[in-house]
């Protein structure tokens, strides 16, 4: 019957699929932004299964066992907090330019060459590590639902993956959203509300939980800090800004106003399941003999096993999937954007047609969608952590120069180059160090990057000469 369900779920995305591919037709508002089209209902939930990834379902239990409540609080903390910055300080600069693309802002804005190449390569590597995150989460549900050996599972999903997004774009995308975000949404409301019921007075198992887990209130292991909490937070306030797979939706939206309510009404619902998710369900998880503060992003399943019958199971492994294939296909549509629109069209070849830039971002996703599915065949041990990273190296990077470059009119193509390459960098250098602990590193490069815009565009002293009117609707 988990089966059968899980079989259905996937049917029903490959017919949505189908019909997303007969209406693209070679059209790159189609493909890249489904033609601007989206209202608030659908984007709504295509923020939410866009942000709310196989991590956020699948590995929240495991990681609050592991590095405690309190990170798990302010990473879900940081994110809602991020979808109001994002809301007031970028949608609608970003929705007024009519581009498709993060790197499209900077490519108007900046006017630079070099901004063209390393923006849609800084997003490239992060949204690789988002991806790599993602295949692990269906890895180890199809290895739980059908028995599959892990590297199997990786490979299947992975193609099928590719496959569906290379063909329909972001049109298939938003039309399958909609159902992904509905089915996660009422998927973990169901398994927490099942997961009460097998708890004998909250309040009391979460004291209990506490003393029998210490690691609950205060993280374990050399790798948790208060860095690491500051830092978990402050990715989630920044990176909505200018997360690739979540800007998209402002892009597609169909106005300024839709982009703005999508963004916190998703971000209501986000906070309502992600916070449900690690109290109840990890308060659940110590109930389980076999549970550990080592279960890692397995204990999830542990416990959809312990409350759920059958058929629930497989209504909570689609969930999973949903979660996991939203978030999927959101990164591949970036990274075939990135390829596409921001290398092949805007630097290479900017005479091509429509249809030639749509079949340059399909061939893109299998390149990046296998490259993906290699680098996943042994990933880290926590997804959380693993995608934390990947934002945080996002935000540190271009975070403060695409804020600045819209609101201050002072900010420069050489102040902007040096806050984009210096947050990357030192990210790079932290992370490859490991000295602050766990997600600490973009508490040094974010405010690196926002100095050295600032110094280097006042050191600069270049003008606004040259500055077309496309740009200037942005400042």
């Known amino acids: 019957m988990t089966l059968l369900v899980i079989a259905l779920y996937f049917v029903f995305l490959s017919v949505i699929g189908w019909l997303a591919y007969r209406r693209v037709k070679g059209s790159t508002d189609q493909f890249f932004v489904a033609e601007r089209s989206l209202g608030t209902f659908v984007n709504s ?49 970003l929705r007024a330019l009519g581009e498709y693309t993060v790197p499209d802002y900077f490519r108007a804005r900046f006017q630079s060459r070099i901004i063209a190449w390393v923006v849609p390569l800084i997003i490239l590597v992060g949204s690789m590590a988002y991806l790599v995150a993602q295949l692990k989460a269906a890895s180890i549900v199809t290895e739980y639902a059908l028995g599959w050996d892990y590297s ?20 298939a995308v938003s039309w399958n959203d909609v159902f992904q975000g509905i089915l996660m949404f009422a998927g973990l409301v169901g398994l927490i509300i099942a997961a009460l019921g097998t708890i004998d007075g909250f309040s009391g198992s979460f004291n209990m939980a506490l003393t029998d887990y210490p690691a609950l209130g205060t993280g374990s292991g050399t790798d948790v800090s208060p860095a690491t909490y500051v830092g ?26 839709s982009a703005k309510v999508s963004l ?4 209501l619902i986000y906070a309502a399941m992600m916070l449900g998710s690690a109290t109840v369900l990890t308060v659940a998880a110590t109930t389980i003999p076999s549970v550990t503060s ?27 999937l949903a979660a996991i294939m939203s978030t999927t296909a959101g990164l591949l ?33 299998w390149i990046v969608g ?20 990947a934002q945080g190296f996002i935000a540190a990077s271009l975070f403060f120069p695409m804020v600045l ?71």
């Open 333 to 365: 549509m970036v990274c075939n954007a990135v390829v596409a629109n921001d290398i092949f069209s805007r630097v290479l070849r900017p005479e091509a047609p429509q249809r030639t830039i749509v079949r340059v971002a399909g061939g893109a996703t």
């Open 294 to 320: 080592e279960s890692g992003d397995e204990a999830f399943l542990l416990i959809v096993e312990k409350v759920l019958g059958p058929v629930g199971q497989g209504v909570i492994m689609a969930a999973v």
């Open 264 to 267: 916190n009404v998703s971000m």
């Open 405 to 475: 470059g819209m609101w201050w009119s002072r900010c420069t193509t050489s102040g902007a180059i040096a806050g984009v390459i210096g947050g990357a960098v030192i990210f790079a250098i932290m992370f490859a160090w490991g000295g602050l602990g766990t997600s600490a590193e973009v508490v040094v490069a974010l405010p690196a990057s926002l100095i050295l815009t600032v110094v280097v565009s006042l050191m600069s002293g270049e003008s606004k000469v040259g500055r077309t009117e496309q740009v200037e609707r942005v400042v």
């Open 152 to 171: 199997v599972g990786v490979i299947v999903t992975g193609l099928l993956f590719t496959a569906y997004v290379s063909a329909g774009g972001f049109l």
């Open 45 to 93: 939930w295509a923020f939410l299964a866009s942000l709310a990834s196989g991590g956020s379902m699948l590995a929240g239990v495991g990681t609050a066992m592991a590095l405690g409540f309190p990170y798990i609080a302010a990473t879900t903390a940081g994110a809602v907090v991020g979808f109001v910055v994002a809301s007031i300080v970028v949608a609608k600069p």
């Open 370 to 389: 296998v490259l993906a599915i290699l680098l996943a065949l042994n990933p880290p041990d926590l997804l959380i952590v693993l995608y934390i990273a």
């Open 232 to 257: 978990a937070f402050i990715t989630g306030v920044t990176v909505m800004s200018v997360l690739p797979h979540v800007i998209m939706r402002v892009f597609s939206a169909k106005s300024v106003k």
